[in-house]
């Protein structure tokens, strides 16, 4: 994109720009349903605590392994020998995983978006019917939410072939006004926070689909792929090392991030449990409104509505410039299709971001035919499964590292060793928990497995490239 190098804090706002989407306004409510505020909490915890190995991996990795850019797929291809079959085989692998994992996330970050655009445009919840033939029920509500989602698609795609650093900038602005826009929102809610809201602290849940009781084990089993979602955008900087001024800055602007945001959701998820009862809040469609609404009236919801804009827009923008730069640094190093590496005069990937983009276009379609509610849990569905493959190479990278003495010896190899175990079982953990449920495991596997269908063109590529 921009020769311009990144510098720290554009690098920590692509981080917590990119965690800090749609996930903190969709989850609360979520995660009432699933566990009790003990399990919640318990939740947000363990994934955070999760989430900071795997982030002290690509930290650590970013700052031994200089030379491998790009992100995760690259780590992919360095576990095997180079240049064989099996390196670019995994290493494409994963960049196609984690490309599909992208653009479904900037499905779920531009629908959500549309979202909460209804709290001032009613009009894109109208159930007025279009058309109801060939099995498609079609209303003005979710016509016009598919209208404007491609319409902001296309507007940041106009602003991001202008340059990655102007576009950085727009985020860094849009970070800075969503970490301020919820730092007012906690001390908004810390004067209607009841403790008395958060008694049962522990408690077993029901399962609607079983009716079984669920312990506070299987509440966090329940709740970790949905927390884990809120997480996943922690390796932005790490894709863009090779654009960054230092390696270091890499690195802390990763641990930065996670910190920044970890503390966020605790203490937003915390302040809505207080500020709702446990009923009211695992019924709500808008937690944070609702929140907000009981603070300070009516008013808390258009509040609300234009921070989540904000917030939703700067994420939007940094899911873009993720997605296409995926795919550009693995076709840089014929771990893709060599269609992604063209660039126009500014530098931008520009055929990598349209076709990116047509991806993300096409799957906007699921809003044509169901709710914004519906179409986010789709994408959701999708993406989310897609990502643990990227993280669980990464920590087997991580552990080959220490294996061959890339850490040196004594203390500091025995604490990468710890932290690449600690990411490696913490990764292990969500693919069990997240593919328990079926439909989820099977949506990965259409995707991951549609892949394999051009794994024969990178193959012949790479001969070529040898020969």
């Known amino acids: 994109m921009s020769n311009k190098p990144l510098g720290f804090w554009i690098l920590t706002a692509l981080v917590v720009g990119n965690m800090v989407g749609s996930g903190i306004f969709m989850l609360p409510s979520d995660l009432a349903k699933a566990a009790s505020p003990g399990g919640v909490l318990f939740t947000w915890i363990l994934t955070g605590i999760g989430v900071l190995f795997i982030a002290f991996i690509f930290g650590n990795l970013a700052m ?86 491609s319409a902001l698609l296309w507007g940041l795609h106009g602003l991001v072939l202008n340059g990655v650093d102007s576009a950085g900038k727009v985020n860094v602005i849009a970070t800075f006004a969503k970490v301020g826009g919820f730092i007012l929102f906690i001390v908004a809610t810390l004067f209607a926070f009841q403790a008395s809201h958060l008694v049962p602290f522990i408690e077993p849940k029901v399962d609607p689909a079983t009716g079984e009781s669920v312990g506070l084990l299987g509440q966090i089993n329940h709740a970790a792929l949905s927390t884990l979602w809120a997480f996943v955008g922690v390796e932005s900087a790490v894709v863009f090392s090779s654009r960054a001024k230092r390696s270091v800055d890499v690195k802390r602007a990763t641990i930065a991030g996670l910190l920044i945001t970890t503390a966020l959701y605790i203490l937003i998820t915390l302040l809505v449990m207080g500020s709702l009862k446990q009923s009211a809040l695992a019924a709500s469609s808008k937690p944070l409104v609702d929140a907000l609404t009981a603070v300070i009236g009516g008013a808390g919801g258009y509040l609300l509505g234009l921070l989540a804009i904000i917030c939703l827009v700067g994420s939007a923008l940094g899911w873009i410039l993720l997605s296409a730069e995926v795919p550009y640094q693995s076709a840089k190093n014929g771990l893709f299709m060599k269609a992604f590496l063209k660039e126009n005069k500014n530098g931008t990937p520009s055929k990598s971001l349209t076709i990116t983009n047509v991806a993300t ?59 690449g175990v600690v990411g490696f079982v913490y990764s292990v953990y969500v693919v069990i928990a997240g593919t328990s449920d079926i439909s989820t495991f099977l949506w990965g596997v259409f995707f991951i497995g549609f892949g394999i269908v051009f794994s024969p063109f990178i193959l012949k590529a790479s001969v070529r490239k040898t020969h």
């Not at 085989?89 to 653009?103: H, I």
């Open 64 to 149: 031994t392994k200089p030379k491998l850019t790009g992100g995760p797929q690259m780590y992919a291809q360095a576990i095997f020998s180079e240049g064989s079959k099996s390196a670019i085989l995994s290493g494409y692998l994963v960049s196609w995983g984690y490309w599909v994992a992208d653009f479904a996330g900037n499905v779920a970050v531009i629908t959500s978006f549309a979202g909460y655009l209804s709290t001032f445009f009613p009009i894109l919840n109208s159930e007025a019917l279009i058309t109801d033939h060939f099995g498609l029920h079609l209303t003005v509500g979710r016509l016009l939410t598919f209208l404007v989602c």
């Open 361 to 419: 276009q096409i799957l906007l379609l699921s809003t044509v035919s169901n709710s914004i509610a519906e179409a986010f849990s789709f994408v959701i569905t999708i993406a989310t499964l897609a990502y643990l493959l990227p993280y669980l190479v990464t920590a087997i990278f991580q552990l080959k590292c220490v294996l061959d003495g890339s850490y040196g010896k004594g203390r500091k190899r025995t604490w990468n060793a710890f932290v």
